[in-house]
């Protein structure tokens, strides 16, 4: 069984210098029919204005990754990190018990553009942690790279929960598959460009929701940089 969610389907949000599309609900964007998929609970899509950000707040037992796609997002918290994530890194903060962090975009004139995506741990009260690695364009050109795990696998990002994700680009003459358990749930969530996943058409924004499938496959691409959720029944 295979779910479209079109781009203008998803939530929004104009802050003026935050512009978000929110797949789920989240903050003053409520649809009961979109709470999460699986242990997924959030992709916000946000545009961070220059020289803009979001201050010091808290967060307690999510995993949270940040996936910038454009510009630089700079990062501080409280367990002392203080970095630069730019495109091509992935990043994993564990809440846990607590943690306070903020995000800039200290850029006097680009935008910086990037996921925000939450995942419920396996358990609660653990002790916060940070991760982040850089994965090339060519370790995901025309395949699904391994990026984030919950055993670290292929040196992927370490992530306290029940989800492999995957990051793929793809131009036309790639192609990829992915075998799936069918008891478990996947979701494709197209970053930009065009794809086809398992024949259906997919634009910069759409997702794909699959339950009680034994494959993905992912053709007919142009310019396109896709997620792939393994996700927990």
Same mark, same amino acid.
């Given at each position: 069984? #295979? %779910?479209?969610?079109?781009?203008a389907? /998803?939530g ?5 210098? $935050? +512009? ?14 979109? #709470?999460?998929? *699986? ?11 220059? !020289?803009?950000?979001? !201050? %010091?707040h808290g967060?307690r037992? #999510? ?7 454009s510009g ?7 367990? *002392?990190?203080?970095?630069?994530? =730019?495109? !091509?890194?992935?990043q /994993? #903060?564990?809440? *846990? &018990? ?12 680009? %935008? &910086? ?8 741990p396996?358990?609660?009260?653990i002790? =916060?942690?940070?991760?982040q ?6 370790? +995901? /050109?025309?395949k699904?790279?391994?990026?984030a795990?919950?055993?670290a696998a ?15 680009l ?15 749930? &996947?979701?494709v969530? $197209?970053v /930009? *460009?065009?794809?086809?996943v398992n ?5 910069? !924004? ?5 339950q009680?499938e034994?494959?993905?496959?992912? &053709? ?6 896709? $997620? ?6």
């Amino acid at each position: 069984m #295979m %779910t479209k969610r079109a781009s203008a389907e /998803r939530g929004y949000a104009d802050h003026g210098w $935050l +512009k978000s599309f929110h797949s789920f609900s989240f903050a003053g964007y409520y649809d009961p029919a979109h #709470m999460g998929f *699986g242990n997924l609970r959030v992709i916000n899509e946000d545009r961070v204005a220059p !020289g803009r950000g979001f !201050g %010091t707040h808290g967060h307690r037992d #999510m995993e949270i990754i940040s996936y910038v796609l454009s510009g630089e997002l700079a990062h501080k918290d409280s367990m *002392g990190n203080v970095v630069g994530i =730019p495109p !091509g890194d992935v990043q /994993r #903060m564990s809440a *846990g &018990t607590g943690v306070q962090h903020s995000e800039f975009n200290h850029a006097p004139e680009q %935008t &910086t553009h990037f996921l925000q995506i939450w995942i419920e741990p396996e358990r609660t009260g653990i002790a =916060p942690g940070y991760e982040q690695k850089s994965f090339s364009d060519a370790e +995901k /050109r025309g395949k699904l790279r391994l990026v984030a795990s919950p055993d670290a696998a292929d040196g992927s990002v370490l992530i306290h929960a029940d989800v492999r994700l995957y990051a793929g680009l793809f131009d036309a003459g790639e192609s990829a598959t992915l075998a799936l358990n069918a008891g478990r749930k &996947t979701y494709v969530h $197209l970053v /930009r *460009g065009q794809l086809e996943v398992n024949g259906q058409p997919l634009e910069a !924004g759409d997702a794909l929701a699959l339950q009680a499938e034994a494959q993905l496959t992912l &053709t007919h691409g142009r310019a396109a940089e896709v $997620l792939v959720f393994d996700l927990a029944p």
